[in-house]
């Protein structure tokens, strides 16, 4: 018995229980596939790798990837049309990126002028 929207239909103004449990049988057993989860993990993954590198080109590699995986090709149009952040600033003494408004480096507490 397959699972479709016709089949469906035809089963349940038929009314018949027998005939309606085969067919929720037959749904569940789609679902249950493993190559349906395979697919659909694997276009997550392309999904948030996308994301991920349009996320490197717009300075907001976390933003992009959720994007990405949260809403897979509309998340990458969101993530395009979205402005570019500007890159973090860094330490002059250490090179580590620095927070707005950090007055000393986190990392070697190099004073950092405004
Ligand atoms: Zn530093």
Redesign the pocket.
Known sequence: MACDIATLMQVLQSGDPDEQMQTLDACSAVLIDPTLWYWLIGFTIVCALVGALIGKYKNAVVRDTLLGVALGPLGWLISLLLPKSAPKPS?R??G?SLEAGDRY?R??G?ALSP
């Open positions: 330490c003494a250490c580590k480096c990392h070697c190099a």
